[in-house]
């Protein structure tokens, strides 16, 4: 199986991202918020973290073996967790993909119905589906725009991911717990610990 595909990006569609490795060029399907994050690549070596899958009807004898692509490992965990709902196959969550892992995991784990109807191909049955199966699992999901963000570094990624559970088991919601999160580790680049972290988080409360 093709976990990962290294070389040059040549070129870039709506669904999928062209890679030039060695003599071979490999076709990479991409969802929206993937192509965004490559669109300014074009040209430059990229790495895919990719998930390999059969495209096709077994009857008819027509399969197809596709790759999709995504830019971190969380990406493509978060993107396998949605498969794992009744109904959603890896086409469907390819095109419902539009919004950031993080704001799709937090509309799934407040339950906002309302909002995951607005991605593509989501209806109100199916958002229900995918709330019931995946609520509990979205926690994690939270910060992804931090773990790849270049303003926090490994250290501090874990740290936030840590106060992000604290809070949330504190009855804080999933969007108020990343926001404190965020603000604090973004004032304070010299915290190092989660009870620094907690510390710095309840100052600010207070002020």
Request: include cysteine.
């Amino acid at each position: 199986m093709i976990t990962r595909i290294t070389g040059l990006l040549s070129g870039l569609s709506e669904t999928a991202a062209g890679i030039q490795a060695g003599p071979f060029e490999y076709e990479v399907l991409i969802p929206e918020f993937v192509r965004r994050q490559l669109q300014s690549k074009i040209g430059q070596e990229v790495s895919l973290k990719t998930i390999e899958y059969i495209d096709g009807n077994p009857q008819q004898g027509k399969l197809t073996p596709r790759l999709v692509g995504f830019m971190h490992d969380a990406e493509r965990e978060f993107f396998q967790t949605f498969c794992q709902v009744d109904g959603v196959g890896v086409k469907t969550a390819l095109r419902a993909m539009v919004r950031p892992v993080r704001e799709v995991a937090t509309a799934i784990e407040e339950q906002d119905v309302k909002t995951l109807t607005t991605l593509p191909g989501v209806g109100t049955a199916l958002a229900e589906r995918i709330v019931a199966k995946l609520r509990r699992k979205m926690a994690k999901f939270a910060l992804m725009v931090d773990r790849t963000s270049p303003a926090f570094n490994t250290e501090q990624v874990s740290l936030a991911e840590d106060a992000y559970q604290a809070l949330v088991s504190l009855g804080h919601s999933a969007q108020e717990a990343r926001e404190k999160v965020e603000t604090a580790l973004t004032n304070n680049k010299k915290i190092k610990s989660i009870d620094e972290l907690l510390m710095e988080i309840y100052r600010r409360g207070r002020g």
